[in-house]
């Protein structure tokens, strides 16, 4: 008999500021309707100047160890497509701001937002070999790009953390799964860039491509029929691409595309994607973490993921809601993450963006912007220095 594995609990952190979409198109003359309609987006979150992803996955994590303790995690593997080093994992700065043992494995994944569903499937992985060890699975980006370019209004920020274990109290994640790769340049970054490139219309397409690919596959191991699932969690780089993805989706399976089938199917996996913005590699199980968080009772229902990364991987895959879980959900402490956001102006968010370290290995110290639990202190030697509070 197979065993029951997968997420255990979920919890999100975001940053310290939020820029509304409003102040955006005032800024640059855009129609609003093109935000809150065209992309679907609301606000984004933004980053303080002492806040980074290993602040945000340590604030995501922590509440996490706080209900569970940290005897049963072996492993930390940490997801981003906005690393901070080249070499050392973002994960081992959050290893030791919660304070896990020594005796931990920590490793870091990069395929732009698909990160941290290769995370998860590694996790449920290293579970089945050892049912008795837990696996903390986080993803943790900050989304930027140029001021003034068409990717600007997709910006966000923000952390998930998962517990991956037996018999899990959310979410049990099912097999096979649907898989696809192709090589595309869509979205990249090269390291000499603080922001990412991207050719906007092209990795729409890619995609959507990518829908097609993993749901052939998916169909081909044996996977559920379409009908069978209670809702849609895609990756949501702005929360229309959902609606986009999922109507190409069902002309694919040649289903109708009914507007209110489409919004039944995705409407409460959006919410918290629409004020944060893009959190790439968080982005889709924020869709869960905002699903969970407000549907009627999903107990036993299928619930199916579409996971892209640009470049491109994407993965489709599904789960089943546990009996319980409602018990064992952080709506309030999700929500409370979202709204303690300080809102700011156009002109402080475009200081904060155009905000860097020196390169210059001196000593610098970051202003205290942020209130929560964890800080970047600044930057001394090239080496980051983190607070707690
Ligand atoms: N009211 C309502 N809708 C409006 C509008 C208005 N006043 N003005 C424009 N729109 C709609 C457009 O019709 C379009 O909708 P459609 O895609 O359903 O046709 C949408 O708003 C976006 O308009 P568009 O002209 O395509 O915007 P853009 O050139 O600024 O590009 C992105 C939009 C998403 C491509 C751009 O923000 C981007 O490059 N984002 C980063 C990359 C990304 O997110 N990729 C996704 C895959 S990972």
């Not at 072996?74 to 994992?89: G, N, P």
């Not at 892209?308 to 879980?325: I, M």
């Amino acid at each position: 008999m197979s065993i029951s594995i997968g997420i255990h609990d979920l919890s999100i952190a975001t940053s310290e500021y939020v820029l509304p979409h409003t102040a955006l198109a005032e800024y640059n003359g855009t129609d609003i309707g093109k935000y809150h309609v065209g992309i679907g987006q609301e606000s984004m979150s933004v980053p303080a100047a002492d806040e980074d992803i290993v602040t945000m996955a340590a604030t995501a994590a922590a509440p996490i160890i706080a209900r569970h303790g940290k005897d049963r995690i072996r492993t930390l593997v940490f997801a981003t497509e906005s690393s901070i080093d080249q070499a050392k994992a973002a994960g081992i700065y959050v290893h030791s701001l919660i304070g896990l043992p020594s005796a931990t494995r920590v490793v870091e994944l990069k395929q732009a937002c698909y990160g941290a569903t290769a995370a998860l499937q590694f996790a449920i992985g290293l579970v089945r070999r050892d049912p008795a060890q837990q696996v903390l699975v986080i993803a943790s980006d900050v989304s930027k790009y140029e001021l003034d370019s068409p990717g600007e209004a997709t910006q966000g920020a923000s952390a998930v953390a998962m517990l991956v274990g037996v018999n899990p109290a959310l979410v049990r994640i099912e097999d096979p799964s649907g898989l696809f790769t192709a090589d595309v340049m869509d979205f990249w970054r090269p390291n000499y860039l603080s922001t990412a490139l991207v050719d906007g219309q092209e990795s729409i397409g890619a995609y959507l491509q990518a829908v097609e690919g993993t749901w052939k596959d998916y169909s081909e191991q044996g996977g559920r029929a379409l009908e069978e699932f209670a809702a849609f969690c895609y990756h949501q780089p702005f929360t229309k691409m959902a609606y986009k993805a999922h109507t190409h989706l069902l002309n694919y399976c040649g289903y109708d595309t009914d507007k209110d089938v489409i919004a039944s199917a995705l409407g409460q996996t959006t919410a918290y994607n629409t004020v944060i913005g893009n959190s790439y590699t968080a982005s889709v199980y924020l869709g869960l973490a905002a699903l969970l968080d407000q549907a009627d009772d999903l107990t036993g229902k299928p619930l199916a993921f579409l996971s892209y990364g640009s470049g491109s991987v994407a993965e489709f895959f599904s789960g089943t809601v546990v009996a319980g879980y409602r018990d064992h959900l952080r709506t309030e402490a999700n929500l409370q993450a979202i709204s303690r956001r300080k809102t700011v102006d156009y002109a402080t968010y475009r200081e904060l963006h155009e905000w860097k370290f020196p390169t210059d290995g001196g000593d610098h110290a970051t202003p205290e912007q942020t209130t929560g639990p964890f800080r970047l202190a600044g930057i001394s030697g090239h080496k980051r220095i983190y607070q707690t509070r």
